[in-house]
């Protein structure tokens, strides 16, 4: 069975999102990540991850709503089975989008557009900061 794990959203400014989401609701910090695509940095609740994300250009946001969109960016669900749950959302409307394998502390995620082009991912790996 999935299980939602990981939320992910765009901000302006990690650290200035961090505070609130530590001083409002008793997150933690488990992780902050300098990549390539951009900053990223993880708090958590003991369940699940929150990572508040700050790409450095239009590409590395990995679609149409490019580096500057502040939201909801994606969710994910860490799975049993990798390729049988990226099947199983294939044949229920859901669209390959990009894989992401690691480095910079990002374990590994596979991400899927819904029928409604909302992003999500799957991970057989989790995220830092999240139960199983």
């Known amino acids: 069975m999935a299980k939602l794990r990981h939320i992910a959203i765009s901000v302006p400014d990690v650290e200035v999102a961090a505070k609130f989401y530590i001083d409002t609701f008793g997150m933690q910090r488990v992780n902050y990540a300098a990549t390539p695509y951009g900053d990223g940095l993880s708090l958590s609740d003991g369940t699940v991850n929150l990572t508040l994300l700050k790409f450095h250009t239009d590409d590395a946001a ?14 994910g669900f ?50 830092v900061g999240t139960k199983v």
């Open 62 to 75: 990995g679609d149409a709503r490019g580096k500057d969109f502040t939201g909801l960016h994606h969710m």
């Open 78 to 127: 860490i799975v049993d089975d990798l390729e049988g749950m990226s099947s199983q959302i294939e044949a229920n409307g859901g669209r390959f989008h990009r894989e992401l394998k690691g480095g910079g502390g990002v374990d590994f995620e596979r991400k899927f557009l819904d029928p409604n082009g909302v992003v999500f991912d799957i991970s057989h790996k989790g995220w």
